[in-house]
């Protein structure tokens, strides 16, 4: 059964507008949860992990056990933002947001 | 970073060949190595999981004697397509990560830059 859940198949916002992506998983379990990113024509890669607590690209992601959720957000979305992100926990990927930020 | 490679990038077979595609960690020993298959402005699917020296465990759906994968050494994991056929025709990706012992986490799947197959 799918774990990860990510609602959104396509975002689109304005530049300096904030986004956020939303993941939920479902696992009875320490999760471990990570975002990957593709950009257009390059290979996935990973934009953050939530054992880390970083934030990449102005990007931070939080852990929410009480509503198992992992969202992925960014205050002000940059053009170059622009690009395929998924969400991970245990080999389960999300079906990926696609995500537009026009000029 | 890590660097996962896959060999060919791009391969174009005629229908009922088998093709083969590499996947290397070049410069770590992956604990699992993983296939995916991406169909366009689609999402990653999960073919099967690969442990070096075990059998690879496949998705439901995923037929494992059409995708054939071998895992036989820690840097290296194979994929067999065989007998292809044109709805074979996709983006294969491999990635691979490596259990942390003093985690007790398995770290990001370092990925492969895919290949595509096109079968006539």
């Known amino acids: 059964a799918q774990r990860v859940t990510q609602p959104e198949k396509l975002l689109s916002v304005f530049k300096g507008a904030p986004v956020e992506l939303k993941c939920n998983y479902s696992?009875?379990?320490?999760?471990?949860l990570f975002w990957y990113v593709q950009y257009s024509r390059q290979r996935l890669q990973l934009l953050l992990r939530h054992i880390s607590r970083e934030s990449i690209k102005g990007f931070t992601a939080d852990l929410n056990k009480g509503e198992t959720s992992f969202h992925l957000k960014k205050p002000f979305a940059q053009e170059e933002d622009s690009a395929m992100y998924y969400c991970?926990?245990?080999?389960?990927f999300g079906a990926g947001t696609t995500v537009t930020v026009r000029a | 970073g890590a660097v996962v490679s896959q060999h060919p990038s791009w391969v174009i077979c005629k229908s009922g060949t088998s093709v083969k595609i590499e996947c290397r960690s070049l410069?770590?020993?992956?604990?699992?190595m993983f296939w995916y298959r991406q169909f366009p402005k689609q999402s990653l699917m999960l073919m099967a999981t690969?442990?070096?020296?075990?059998?690879?465990?496949?998705e439901q759906g995923v037929e494992k004697d059409k995708f054939l994968i071998n895992h036989a050494s820690l840097t290296l994991s194979t994929l067999t397509v065989t007998s292809a056929h044109p709805e074979d025709s996709s983006f294969y990706i491999c990635s691979a990560r490596t259990w942390m012992e003093d985690s007790l986490t398995y770290n990001e799947q370092f990925f492969g830059p895919g290949t595509r197959l096109t079968v006539l």
């Open positions: 696992y009875s379990g320490s999760p471990e």
């Open positions: 410069d770590f020993q992956a604990t699992t």
């Open positions: 991970e926990d245990k080999l389960s």
């Open positions: 690969s442990n070096e020296g075990s059998k690879a465990t496949y």
